[in-house]
């Protein structure tokens, strides 16, 4: 009596030279350790995954748009407030984490409270942007005027360099410390809505 030998070893569809067992709870795709996502409700495959989270986003390009400009424009206003009357160190830290999520309400009410896979981030690099704007905005205004006053003087000022900027930036550690406040206001109160 011969005995068959049947291979019965099962390979991961995504890669077929890595053996598995493991099946998506949903639609029964074989995938390996590093395919797989751990869900609440089991593992299942990035597919699937990907296509609960496509229903789950529904946020336009026009709202990624929105939050990005809201969020610069908002802080940059702040961060040029703040630098241009310097305001304290203390205040500054008491202000920047309400204000980011007062920005992040008004974004999340702009959009209608629709969701998106990297809206979060949209909104927090809007916010560094029009920060880092709004801080170099008092500075260039500086500038001009010391430029115009030393042109009725009969002088001539330096041109205005990166170099000037950055050590007048570096120089204000309490604007960019408000800036990162708001920024990680802003993405944690996104977080807290995935």
Do not use: W
Not at 109 to 122: C, E, P, S, W
């Amino acid at each position: 009596m011969t005995e068959t030998i049947i291979d019965e070893r099962t390979y991961c569809a995504v890669h077929p030279d890595r053996e598995t067992g493991l099946r998506c709870n949903k639609c029964g795709r074989l995938m390996c350790v590093d395919c797989a996502v751990q869900t609440p409700v089991g593992y299942r495959c990035r597919e699937c995954v990907r296509g609960i989270q496509q229903k789950f986003y529904n946020a336009t390009q026009a709202d990624y748009l929105q939050v990005f400009i809201v969020c610069a424009l908002i802080t940059g206003v702040a961060a040029g407030i703040a630098g241009a009357i310097r305001i304290p160190i203390l205040f500054l830290l008491l202000l920047g984490l309400p204000i980011g999520g007062a920005i992040a309400e008004l974004t999340v009410r702009i959009v209608q409270k629709r969701r998106g896979a990297r809206l979060d981030m949209t909104a927090m690099a809007g916010a560094v942007v029009g920060g880092l704007v709004g801080m170099i905005a008092p500075i260039v205004i500086q500038y001009n005027q010391f430029a115009d006053a030393a042109a009725a003087s009969g002088l001539q000022a330096p041109p205005l360099s990166l170099d000037l900027i950055v050590r007048q930036l570096a120089g204000d550690f309490s604007a960019l410390i408000f800036v990162g406040l708001v920024a990680a206001a802003i993405y944690g109160r996104y977080k807290m809505r995935s």
